[in-house]
Every structure is written in structure tokens, then in C-alpha cells.
């Protein structure tokens, strides 16, 4: 019923920036809460960000507090993560997610819809 395609991704220098999008399908979309998540060969998926339906409330893992941002253009069904100072350890398939709610927005299990996901590489 709902498609997310995220867009963005690429390979960058340690130290660099990278601005991920996601693009929702339907008419519905200023309702839902937009989150992101991440997963690296071996690794189990990590909570990156997650922003409430009107924009207001917004968290973050602890791994990308104060270098990532989360925001979001309703009128254009879009979700945006800023990524700025980017480690090596950032490197991974990023994904974009809708939650049933903000009530355990950390868990992968509370997100109903998935994006196919973009990569994201970051060099040493």
C-alpha cells in the first residue's frame, strides 16, 4: 500500500556529508512517523533517527547525535537525514521506515514499511 524510495547514498570521505532522502507514496503521508535505520554486513539493523508526523519531535541514536539531522517537507511527502562528519563506521545500507508509533521508535519491529534502501560508504 505504501512505497518508500530512499535516495542519496554514495561514498564519501571520512569527514564528509551526505544528505539521504526518502519518498513516500499516497496522500497520507503528513500522518505517519518517518524513521531511519541502518544495517552493515554482520551487524544487526541500528536505530538512526526518527521524526514525529508534525515535524516537532525527533531522536536519535546515540552513535549520530549532533552530527546527523532528521527533517521533513510534508507537501512533498519527503524525509530528509543530513549527515555530516561522517566515520567509517557509518558505513552501511541505509533505510527508510515508517513506525505504528513513536512508542518504541529504537526497534525494527515497530516499523510497518520499508524502503529498498541506499548505500552508504564512507573512506578512511
Known amino acids: 500500500q505504501v512505497q518508500l524510495v530512499e535516495s542519496g547514498g554514495g561514498l564519501v570521505q571520512a569527514g564528509g556529508s551526505l544528505r539521504l532522502s526518502c519518498a513516500a507514496s499516497?496522500?497520507?503521508?503528513?500522518?505517519?512517523?518517518m524513521g531511519w535505520f541502518r544495517q552493515a554486513p554482520g551487524k544487526e539493523r541500528e536505530f538512526v533517527a526518527v521524526?514525529?508526523?508534525?515535524?516537532?519531535?525527533?531522536y536519535y541514536g546515540d552513535s549520530v547525535k549532533g552530527r546527523f539531522t532528521i527533517s521533513r517537507d510534508n507537501a512533498k511527502n519527503t524525509v530528509r537525514l543530513q549527515m555530516n562528519s561522517l566515520k567509517p563506521e557509518d558505513t552501511a545500507v541505509y533505510y527508510c521506515?515508517?513506525?505504528?508509533?513513536?512508542?518504541?521508535?529504537?526497534?525494527?519491529?515497530?516499523?510497518?514499511?520499508w524502503g529498498q534502501g541506499t548505500q552508504v560508504t564512507v573512506s578512511s
Open positions: 499516497g496522500r497520507t503521508f503528513s500522518t505517519y512517523n
Open positions: 521524526i514525529s508526523y508534525s515535524g516537532i519531535v525527533k
Open positions: 521506515a515508517i513506525p505504528q508509533t513513536l512508542n518504541g521508535y529504537s526497534l525494527a519491529r515497530t516499523y510497518d514499511y
